[in-house]
């Protein structure tokens, strides 16, 4: 199935810490000089391009992969215990139904957006 494609734990790992390395630079924005501000700015923004691009990509994987696969269905129709049964219907809807993909991306835009305009100002005018 080639939504299943597993990803490498290397690429997990490096979106991972872009995320982090991301949220630092931004916090540390605050104490530092106009030059390292501008770096870790710089450094912010593309973190967080990498990350939320990253997170909008699987949460629309994961959605696709519920609903091409019919696991709503085929968990409904499963002989479990009922809290067994409920649970993994909650993981599978809340996968298919979420919004978190919206701010991921929402996010990724508005750092992409940013990230031009930041060029512009800095290297273009």
């Known amino acids: 199935m080639k939504e299943m494609i597993h990803t490498s734990n290397f690429k997990r790992l490096f979106f991972f810490w872009s995320g982090i390395i991301a949220t630092f630079a931004y916090r540390a924005i605050v104490v530092l000089d106009k030059i390292w501000t501008q770096i870790a700015w710089y450094v912010g923004t593309v973190g967080f391009i990498l990350y939320f691009g990253h997170r909008a990509y699987v949460q629309k994987k994961r959605s696709l992969m ?26 599978v809807k809340t996968a298919k139904t979420s919004k978190a993909r919206f701010n991921s991306l929402f996010i990724f835009w508005l750092s992409v957006i940013a990230l031009i305009i930041g060029i512009i100002f800095d290297f273009i005018l």
């Open 66 to 91: 519920v609903i091409n696969n019919n696991l709503v269905e085929v968990v409904d129709n499963l002989k479990l215990k009922k809290n067994q049964k409920d649970a993994l219907i909650y993981l």
